[in-house]
């Protein structure tokens, strides 16, 4: 391996590891409030899978998208960014119906840029537009299907801004979960900030999962290991996501991290694995 590879790997591996050690100090206080800022996490979260991303550039264009609404309520600002016909096309975002399990969609940067997303990233883009412009929101994690909260009632973003009250929200459930199908206690409580993150980064590790994307499994299960409650599973999976891109070091760390809490009954397993990563360091 050439000198210049080598210090381009190098810088790349510090790039990684600063959007680690971001993002786990946002969540590192563990009452899940993130302080309010749900975009700064999404935009890390998007910089883990693609070390480019520019998180001061990718805040200032949210900046920049709520400054050019005149919204002053939640109901006008749905109908400013998800309004469609007869409104600003350049303020428009829609579901993105066809490819809906397209891992951009899950990506805030990405949503910027396409016009297009799932539900929980369409709610996160109006949360963070409406805190600029000081219209309270949050995030409603109904079960199959994301939701904004809101003075004004429950928002759809991803079906083009519609106001929901709490019948419409179980029509909504039913046509999700079947006819009869009713709403679970506390569906439509307030998600904490942390909590809405940590649903994009599971919506990602299934994306990943499935698609064979190896790499974005390593990145995702990585941060969901930054999050004070992980337990022996989460740096297991993040072990093994690091092992299958060749990530050695990172693997036999996180490895080391599990064994800390991991069944006794099986720690001996774990080690050996630990020892057989750093074996391929030397």
Not at 61 to 90: K, N
Not at 169 to 177: I, N, S, V, W
Not at 194 to 210: C, D, E, P, T, V
Not at 270 to 278: E, S, V
Request: with cysteine.
């Amino acid at each position: 391996m050439g000198t210049a590879l080598r210090l381009v790997l190098a810088y790349a591996g510090q790039v990684e590891q600063h959007t680690r050690n971001r993002f786990a100090a946002l969540v590192a206080p563990g009452d899940g409030s993130l302080d309010g800022h749900i975009d700064e996490g999404a935009f890390l979260i998007a910089a883990a899978l693609d070390p480019a991303v520019d998180l001061d550039v990718e805040l200032q264009r949210l900046d920049e998208l709520a400054a050019s609404s005149q919204a002053e309520t939640a109901a006008q600002l749905a109908i400013t960014l998800f309004g469609g016909a007869g409104h600003d096309p350049t303020l428009h975002f829609a579901g993105n119906q066809n490819r809906y399990y397209d891992a951009s969609n899950s990506l805030l940067n990405q949503v910027l840029d396409r016009r297009v997303g799932i539900p929980i990233t369409l709610s996160v883009l109006l949360i963070e537009t409406g805190r600029r412009r000081g219209i309270s929101l949050h995030g409603v994690g109904m079960p199959g299907h994301f939701l904004v909260g809101s003075a004004d009632g429950y928002i759809d973003a991803f079906h083009g801004g519609l106001l929901l009250d709490g019948r419409g929200c179980q029509q909504l459930f039913e046509r999700l979960a079947g006819p009869g199908a009713r709403l679970p206690a506390g569906a439509l409580q307030c998600t904490p900030p942390a909590q809405i993150l940590k649903r994009m980064l599971f919506n990602l590790s299934a994306i990943g999962a499935n698609q064979q994307q190896r790499r974005t499994l390593r990145a995702v299960r990585s941060l969901l290991a930054a999050y004070p409650d992980a337990d022996h599973r989460d740096h297991v999976q993040h072990a093994y996501a690091a092992a299958e891109v060749g990530q050695f070091g990172e693997a036999a760390d996180a490895g080391e991290r599990a064994l800390v809490s991991i069944p006794v009954q099986v720690r001996d397993k774990l080690q050996a694995q630990i020892d057989g990563w750093r074996a391929r360091l030397n």
